[in-house]
C-alpha cells in the first residue's frame, strides 16, 4: 500500500496540521507503511523539517502564495499512482490534487475543522464557486475522516451523500515522559494565534479577574496578530508572551504549567489540548474543543466562548487545593492515552485497508 499524504503548507504555519499530520505520517511508517508526505515549503523552513522525520518529502515552493497550487506537484502525484492520497484541509491546492487524483488511488480527505460552520461562515462569496469546482466533485469520489463525531455531524450536514464513506478518528500525540518535573505553577496557553482562539480576549480577562495565577502565551500566528498579542500583553502582571515554543521548550512548558486554556471558537481536534492532556495539564476548554468525553470524566473545566462565566472559573481555578491539582493532573494523563499515536496509526491504517478492499464510490 502506497500512501501520500498532503498538507498544503508543510511548516508551522500550518497551524495544528504541522504536527497532527506529521504524527500521523510517522506513526504509519514506524508500523512499516510506505508513506510519502507532499505539500509547499516556505523561506526559511529548514529548521521545520525535524517533524517529518526520515519520512520522504515531495515538495515545491509556496513563495507568497497561501493557497500553495503547483502543477509540478499535480503531475507528482499522477506519475505516482498511490493507492491513498489522504487530503488534509480544504479550500485550498489540496482539494485541486484530491479532485484530480489519478483514476486507481482511493482519495481519503480530513477537513481538519474546515467544515466547521465557523469556517464556513467565512467569506461564503469565495467558498461556494470554490466548493462547486473543487471540493464537491472531490467530496463526491472521497472517504472523509472526521476528528470527532461533532466533524463527522457537520460533514454529513454538508454533503448527506457521504453517509456510506464517513468515519471518525481522533488526533494523536506523543506519550509524555513519565518522569516530568511535579511543581507545576500557573496557566498556559500554547498554540496558533488566531482570532478563533480568541487569545486577545483571553489576555484582557486574564488581566481583569485574576488575582495570583500567571498565564504564559506562547504561540506565533500572522505578523500583525502575534505583534497585536506581544503589545498587549507587554506591561501586564499577570500575562506574559514568550513566542513560539518547539521541541524541549515546549515540553517544559506543558509541564510546568498547572492549567492548560484553549478558549477556541471553532476546532477540528486541537493537538495543543492532547499534548496538554498528555503532559499532565488540567484542561480548560470551550465546547469547541470537541472533547466531550473530558467534560463528562470531570477531566476538564468548561468555560463559555463569550467569557460569562471567565470570573467565576479564575476562583474555582484560583482556590484549587494542591490535592485536587494532582488528583486532576494525573485524570489528564490517564485521558491521554486513547489519543497515544500507535494505535490512531493502525486504526487509519485499517481503515485504509477497508477502503481499497471495497466498492469504489
Request: aromatic share 8%; no cysteine; hydrophobic share 45%.
Given at each position: 500500500m502506497r500512501i501520500v499524504h498532503y498538507s498544503t503548507r508543510l511548516g508551522r504555519s500550518a497551524g495544528g496540521l504541522y504536527h497532527s499530520v506529521s504524527g500521523l505520517a510517522r506513526a504509519m511508517a514506524n508500523?512499516?507503511?510506505?508513506?510519502?508526505?507532499?505539500?509547499?515549503?516556505?523561506?526559511?523552513?529548514?529548521?521545520?523539517?525535524?517533524?517529518?522525520?526520515?519520512?520522504?518529502?515531495?515538495?515545491?515552493?509556496?513563495?507568497?502564495?497561501?493557497?500553495?497550487f503547483s502543477l509540478s506537484m499535480q503531475a507528482e502525484i499522477a506519475q505516482l499512482k498511490p493507492d491513498i492520497l489522504h487530503v488534509h484541509g480544504i479550500w485550498s491546492a489540496g482539494s485541486i490534487h484530491g479532485r484530480f487524483a489519478p483514476s486507481g488511488t482511493k482519495v481519503v480527505v480530513s477537513p481538519r475543522g474546515m467544515l466547521d460552520?465557523?469556517?464556513?461562515?467565512r467569506k461564503p462569496w469565495l467558498k461556494r464557486p470554490h466548493a462547486a469546482l473543487f471540493e464537491r466533485p472531490?467530496?463526491?469520489?472521497?472517504?472523509?475522516?472526521?476528528?470527532?463525531?461533532?466533524?463527522?455531524?457537520?460533514?454529513?450536514?454538508?454533503?448527506?451523500?457521504?453517509?456510506?464513506?464517513?468515519?471518525?478518528?481522533p488526533n494523536g500525540v506523543e506519550p509524555a515522559l513519565a518522569t516530568e518535573p511535579q511543581?507545576?505553577?500557573?496557566?498556559?496557553?500554547?498554540?496558533?494565534?488566531?482570532?478563533?482562539?480568541?487569545v486577545l480576549p483571553l489576555v484582557d480577562a486574564w488581566e481583569q479577574h485574576s488575582k495570583r495565577t500567571v498565564l504564559t502565551v506562547a504561540g506565533w500566528g500572522e505578523p500583525e496578530y502575534e505583534s497585536e498579542v506581544a503589545a498587549r500583553c507587554k506591561g501586564q502582571k499577570r500575562v506574559?508572551?514568550?513566542?513560539?515554543?518547539?521541541?524541549?521548550?515546549?515540553?517544559?512548558?506543558?509541564?510546568?504549567?498547572?492549567?492548560?486554556?484553549?478558549?477556541?471558537?471553532?476546532?477540528g481536534l486541537p493537538m495543543a489540548a492532547l499534548e496538554a492532556l498528555s503532559h499532565g495539564c488540567i484542561p480548560i476548554l470551550t465546547e469547541a474543543c470537541h472533547l466531550p468525553q473530558l467534560f463528562a470524566a470531570d477531566v476538564a473545566l468548561r468555560m463559555e466562548p463569550d467569557f460569562s462565566d471567565f470570573p467565576a472559573l479564575l476562583v474555582r481555578m484560583e482556590g484549587m487545593s494542591d490535592a485536587e491539582k494532582t488528583a486532576r493532573s494525573a485524570r489528564a494523563r490517564e485521558a491521554a492515552r486513547p489519543f497515544f499515536w500507535p494505535d490512531i496509526a493502525r486504526s487509519m491504517l485499517d481503515h485504509y485497508a477497508r477502503i481499497l478492499d471495497g466498492p469504489r464510490p
Open positions: 508500523l512499516g507503511a510506505e508513506v510519502m508526505v507532499a505539500g509547499g515549503h516556505e523561506n526559511g523552513s529548514a529548521d521545520e523539517k525535524h517533524v517529518w522525520g526520515k519520512l520522504p518529502l515531495l515538495t515545491h515552493p509556496l513563495g507568497h502564495s497561501r493557497y500553495g460552520p465557523w469556517i464556513l461562515a472531490m467530496l463526491g469520489r472521497a472517504h472523509v475522516h472526521a476528528l470527532s463525531e461533532h466533524e463527522a455531524a457537520a460533514a454529513l450536514a454538508y454533503m448527506p451523500s457521504l453517509a456510506d464513506r464517513i468515519f471518525t478518528l511543581n507545576r505553577s500557573g496557566a498556559l496557553y500554547l498554540g496558533r494565534l488566531h482570532e478563533k482562539k480568541q506574559r508572551f514568550v513566542g513560539a515554543l518547539g521541541g524541549e521548550s515546549k515540553a517544559q512548558a506543558l509541564s510546568a504549567a498547572s492549567f492548560f486554556v484553549l478558549p477556541s471558537l471553532s476546532e
